[in-house]
């Protein structure tokens, strides 16, 4: 499956993905921090891709990997006891290759990638949605939307569901629900 302008999209039946989308000032991060948590005592292993709309650097200049990475290193791989850092340059893309992303991991074989951002790729979404801050309905165009939530409740297409945004247990169920509906999803 492809998107306008992205690289083809293989949804798999053996790694969920579920994309959280919303517009700027909706509060997708903030949600995903409640949600973590949630889903992790319930034994559920999550993987999150996150867009940037920007240039970032995740390691300081004058820093060991900062100058590798200058210098030309692709990708730079810093790793201790604790943690593991995978950074790469990307010149001339316009965005961020999802597919690639996906694939990277889908190596540690989490039980659900939650894919923040990438509102434009060809996968199945939440969206949320905020009345108050003026902007459209991403449900009534795009046809990956499975479910909304939202402060209010909405009139949406037959096949969407509307969640409370404001019932974070009931985002959790339906998420945590997410990998055994998966299978059906991914070849709808």
């Given at each position: 499956m492809t998107s306008p302008g992205h690289e083809s999209l293989t949804l798999e039946?053996?790694?969920?993905?579920?994309?959280?989308?919303?517009?700027?000032?909706?509060?997708?991060?903030t949600l995903l921090e409640q949600l973590l948590p949630r889903l992790g005592?319930?034994?559920?292993?999550?993987?999150?891709?996150?867009?940037?709309?920007?240039?970032?650097?995740?390691d300081q200049p004058g820093k060991d990997?900062?100058?590798?990475?200058?210098?030309?290193?692709?990708?730079?791989?810093?790793?201790s006891r604790a943690r593991l850092a995978l950074m790469?340059?990307?010149?001339g893309r316009d965005e961020a290759d999802l597919a690639a992303l996906v694939e990277m991991v889908g190596l540690?074989?989490?039980?659900?990638?939650?894919?923040?951002?990438?509102?434009?790729?060809?996968?199945?979404?939440l969206e949320l949605y905020r009345p108050h801050l003026g902007k459209p309905l991403r449900a009534e165009q795009d046809p990956w939307i499975r479910a909304v939530a939202s402060d209010v409740?909405?009139?949406?297409?037959?096949?969407?569901?509307?969640?409370?945004?404001?019932?974070?247990?009931a985002i959790t169920d339906w998420i945590a629900a997410w990998p055994s509906r998966w299978p059906t999803e991914c070849i709808r």
């Open positions: 039946p053996r790694l969920p993905l579920l994309g959280i989308a919303a517009w700027s000032g909706t509060g997708k991060t005592d319930r034994g559920i292993r999550v993987a999150v891709i996150k867009h940037a709309h920007h240039g970032f650097d995740v990997s900062h100058r590798l990475r200058q210098a030309g290193a692709v990708p730079m791989l810093v790793a790469m340059e990307t010149p540690h074989r989490p039980d659900l990638v939650l894919v923040e951002g990438f509102k434009a790729w060809p996968l199945p979404k409740e909405l009139s949406l297409p037959g096949d969407v569901q509307w969640l409370d945004l404001n019932d974070l247990g």
